[in-house]
C-alpha cells in the first residue's frame, strides 16, 4: 500500500471510530436508532387524550373507582394503568395454579397451532370484556393486534393476546412485565398506579400471534408513523 492509500485508510478508520463514539456517547447504537422511537417520545405522543372512546373510565383493580379511560389519538387507541401480571395460558414453570391461584389454562386468543398463548414467553396485551362502556371490536382491535407497552425509559412491542374483565383495565402476561422490568410475580408483582402506557394500533395484526420478530417490526413501524 503507497503512503495516500495509507493516509486515506487511516483517515477513514479515524473517522469511523469518531462516529461509533459519538453514537455509543449519546446512547443510542444504529442498530437502537432503528427499532423506533423513544420510551419519552410515545409518551408525549400519547399525553392527551385526543379523543376519549370509552363511556366513562376504567377501574383498575375489582370495585375501584374508575381511573383510566380509552383514549384515540392519530389512529392509536391507548390508555394509561397499573399493571396486573396475567399468567393465563399454557403452564409453565412460571405460570401455573401453585405460582397464580387464579391461573387458567386457555387465552382468549390461541397460537397458530391452536395452543393456549404462553404468558411466560410471550409479550401480550390484556383488554377489557366487551361492555357498555368499551368494545374493543368496535375499534379495530382483537388478537393479533400490535402495540406499543412503555413503562419508564422502556419500550416493549406486543399483541393483544387475552380478554379481562369487563370492569377494570391495565394488564399483560408475564413476559410482557418481566420485559418492562416490572416484578411479574402473578402473586405479589405488577405495579400501581397510572404509569404504564398501553398503544395499540388498530388493524395492524401479525399473521401468527407468537411471531415476536413481526411484532417488534411493525410495531417499531406504527409506533414511528404515531411519533412522526
Not at 64 to 72: E, L, R, T, Y
Not at 94 to 103: M, V
Not at 111 to 128: D, T
Amino acid at each position: 500500500m503507497n503512503n495516500t492509500l495509507r493516509r486515506l485508510a487511516v483517515t477513514a478508520f479515524a473517522l469511523t471510530t469518531a462516529l461509533t463514539l459519538t453514537a455509543t456517547q449519546a446512547g443510542a447504537q444504529p442498530a437502537e436508532l432503528a427499532a423506533g422511537p423513544t420510551a419519552g417520545q410515545l409518551k408525549a405522543a400519547v399525553a392527551k387524550c385526543g379523543n376519549q372512546i370509552s363511556s366513562g373510565k376504567y377501574a383498575h383493580d375489582a370495585g375501584g373507582a374508575g381511573k383510566s379511560a380509552v383514549c384515540k389519538t392519530k389512529g392509536a387507541v391507548h390508555w394509561k394503568a397499573d399493571f396486573d401480571v396475567d399468567c393465563d395460558g399454557q403452564k409453565t414453570p412460571k405460570c401455573n395454579k401453585s405460582t397464580d391461584p387464579s391461573w387458567q389454562n386457555a387465552t382468549a386468543w390461541p397460537q397458530s397451532n391452536g395452543k393456549p398463548l404462553n404468558a411466560e414467553k410471550l409479550p401480550f396485551v390484556v383488554v377489557p370484556g366487551i361492555s357498555s362502556k368499551w368494545n374493543y371490536k368496535n375499534s379495530g382491535i382483537g388478537g393479533g393486534t400490535v402495540a406499543a407497552v412503555v413503562y419508564k425509559d422502556r419500550v416493549v412491542y406486543a399483541v393483544v393476546g387475552d380478554v379481562g374483565p369487563k370492569a377494570i383495565i391495565g394488564e399483560g402476561s408475564y413476559a410482557l412485565a418481566k420485559a418492562l422490568g416490572i416484578n411479574p410475580n402473578p402473586k405479589t408483582g405488577g405495579i400501581g398506579g397510572s404509569v404504564v402506557d398501553y398503544i395499540l394500533f388498530p388493524g395492524v395484526k401479525v399473521g401468527k400471534i407468537e411471531d415476536q420478530g413481526a411484532v417488534r417490526t411493525l410495531g417499531a413501524k406504527s409506533a414511528t408513523k404515531l411519533v412522526g
